[in-house]
């Protein structure tokens, strides 16, 4: 049972009811169970069984120090795409022998950073790159280790924005392109070359467009050993996606789309791709995000005002795109509950924040349990990309961010301050 759930009537966070935590701490607020993050790491590790392993967290999805810190004590590595990612990881403890830096647009002053810190690996996207670290791990008198990025051309089937994993994308090294790379590589003496990297793409629920990478990835180890390329790691990315709607269920509220019934778990994508990938001889890591973090967290609003015109009814809330940008960015889904279920009716509403914008909404034409002022709504799974993408816009204040651990609170990130604006 997910950490987040209703106790009757009342929505909890493990033992501490939402409605205290927005009365407490005000809102708009981001709450997160830590037990939930401990439960969702730990039980992708044990679908790696005794295989050896590393899960790498992706700092991207969320890297409030105080989250960092958790899976730093799990023992995981770190997935980073820049040199301040780098630094967070670092403080937060993890390891300086396990974080790879993946990104297609890696400054000079980052890979110098990277290098000073003897990273794992860089995960190279391009044949520039490759020259620039060379240059700089020549200049800095060190060797660098290197997997190229590479681009399968395998469709995730998820959202435009977040699909990595096709040659119109912007990642990686085309597949087709890899051996002659790679050749190139093995001639830079600065250059260490360790092994693969991909990753396709964000939310796939689909275990197919895995299976399709990790057959891809074999097979182009199988042809760089032949031309004397030695492959020894491969990283295989992250992208397990989480479900979004139904997120939560209870008898008094709507039954959402089940578009997500029954998407597969990361554990049941590691049981398919595992035997593959461990048949190259490789290590193997994966740098998963969003299903680390997401279910773990929830954006708390409080409801200011309902209205109406002669086309839609509005509930107007105190958290706004500023504080959660992933419904306006990509019409992304979170299923908004409320921390106190007062009532069974319903209305169709549109969900929307203070915003000076049209874009700025939660929710479009939602069946909601009906909720009028100074009510407290949960949007769920929010854990991921949700505060890293928060934003000043409007004049707004970044949220607060708090930890849940069975009955005790902990602030994480105090509310911004009006000060803190300038
Ligand atoms: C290179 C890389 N690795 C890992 C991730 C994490 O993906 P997810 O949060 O979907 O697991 C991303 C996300 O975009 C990424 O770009």
Redesign the pocket.
């Given at each position: 049972m997910s950490s987040i759930c209703y106790k009757e009537n009342m929505l909890m966070c493990e033992e501490v009811p939402f409605i205290d935590l927005a009365e407490e701490y005000g809102t708009p607020l981001y709450v997160y169970s830590k037990n939930q993050i401990i439960k969702n790491f730990r039980s992708l590790k044990a679908a790696f069984g005794e295989s050896g392993h590393t899960i790498c967290y992706?700092l991207?999805?969320n890297s409030n120090p105080a989250i960092l810190k958790i899976f730093a004590e799990e023992g995981a590595g770190a997935?980073i795409?820049s040199a301040g990612e780098l630094y967070l990881a670092l403080k937060a403890g993890f390891s300086p022998n396990k974080p790879a830096f993946?990104?297609v647009g890696k400054r000079d002053d980052e890979i110098e950073y990277a290098l000073q810190k003897n990273i794992f690996a860089f995960?190279v996207e391009s044949v520039q790159e490759l020259q620039a670290i060379s240059r700089l791990a020549m200049r800095a008198n060190v060797r660098a280790r290197i997997s190229f990025?590479i681009n399968p051309h395998i469709d995730a089937q998820s959202h435009p924005y977040?699909t990595?994993g096709l040659h119109t994308n912007k990642f990686g090294i085309e597949d087709t392109q890899a051996l002659e790379v790679y050749r190139y590589a093995a001639t830079l003496p600065a250059i260490d070359i360790i092994g693969i990297h991909t990753?396709i793409g964000?939310?796939i629920i689909k275990v197919e467009p895995f299976v399709d990478t990790a057959r891809s990835v074999a097979g182009l180890i199988g042809k760089l050993r032949e031309a004397g390329i030695v492959i020894r790691h491969i990283d295989f990315?992250?992208?397990?996606g989480v479900k979004y709607f139904n997120a939560l269920q209870h008898e008094a509220l709507p039954i959402e789309d089940q578009a997500h019934a029954g998407i597969p778990s990361p554990a049941d994508i590691i049981k398919a791709v595992l035997p593959i990938l461990l048949e190259t001889g490789c290590s193997v890591w994966i740098?998963?995000?969003?299903?680390l973090i997401a279910d773990a967290g929830v954006f708390v609003t409080k409801v200011l005002y309902t209205k109406e015109t002669s086309a839609k009814k509005f509930v107007v809330v105190d958290g706004a795109m500023n504080d959660l940008l992933r419904p306006s960015l990509y019409g992304a889904h979170h299923q908004i509950v409320p921390a106190v279920i007062n009532t069974y009716e319903h209305r169709q509403v549109d969900v929307v924040g203070p915003i000076c914008e049209s874009g700025d909404f939660f929710a479009k034409d939602r069946m909601l349990a009906k909720v009028g002022p100074g009510e407290v709504l949960a949007l769920l799974t929010a854990g991921?990309?949700g505060f890293v993408n928060t934003s000043n816009y409007n004049g707004r204040l970044r949220p607060a961010e708090v930890m849940v651990n069975g009955e005790r609170v902990r602030v994480i990130r105090p509310r911004q301050t009006f000060e803190e604006l300038i």
């Open positions: 992706a991207k999805a997935d795409v993946a990104g995960n990025r977040i990595t990753h964000s939310q990315g992250g992208g397990f740098e998963p995000g969003r299903s991921a990309y």
